[in-house]
């Protein structure tokens, strides 16, 4: 199955932006960690990030009948775009969204997705094990 990993503002910045918070790993690393778990094998996996709500869109829009799912951590998008929201409710690909940190637990404005009612599952406060556990979200989806 192909599968996208998309990622939000500021996670090109993992490992150096607010470690105690996000984690010493870049992005790099957590990809490199997913790819290398069993259950990556025999599933073809994409990692997309930018900063920029419209490229992100643009790839959204790019998985509808070429993707079988999505795992997005949307960054602070999450909290407002209403745009990702559309786009993903617009390409009918089962999309799971992810956090490192505990966005529950966090400042009053975290505590918010406008992006989980259109997402199969939301999973937060695991570190890169979120993005593992998204994944097992996205294939048990399918069973």
């Known amino acids: 199955m192909k599968?996208?990993?998309?990622?939000?503002?500021?996670l090109n910045l993992l490992g150096v932006r607010e470690p105690n918070i996000y984690g010493r790993e870049s992005l790099s690393d957590i990809?490199?960690?997913?790819?290398?778990?069993p259950e990556a094998d025999g599933h073809s996996i994409t990692w997309f990030q930018s900063n920029h709500e419209g490229e992100l869109i643009d790839f959204i829009h790019g998985a509808m009948g070429n993707a079988g799912g999505i795992v997005i951590n949307p960054g602070a998008f999450?909290?407002?775009s209403y745009a990702i929201r559309d786009a993903i409710a617009a390409i009918n690909?089962?999309?799971v969204e992810v956090h490192l940190s505990d966005i529950h637990?966090?400042?009053e404005f975290r505590k918010i997705s406008v992006i989980k009612d259109?997402?199969?599952?939301?999973?937060y406060g695991l570190g890169k094990s979120g993005y593992l556990e998204g994944l097992k979200k996205?294939?048990?989806s399918f069973d």
Not at 31 to 37: A, C, G, I, P, R
Not at 118 to 123: A, D, E, L
């Open 3 to 10: 599968i996208l990993i998309i990622n939000g503002p500021n």
């Open 78 to 80: 999450t909290h407002y």
């Open 31 to 37: 990809e490199n960690w997913l790819n290398n778990q």
């Open 93 to 95: 690909v089962p999309t």
């Open 105 to 107: 637990s966090r400042e």
């Open 118 to 123: 259109v997402c199969i599952g939301q999973i």
């Open 138 to 140: 996205l294939l048990f």
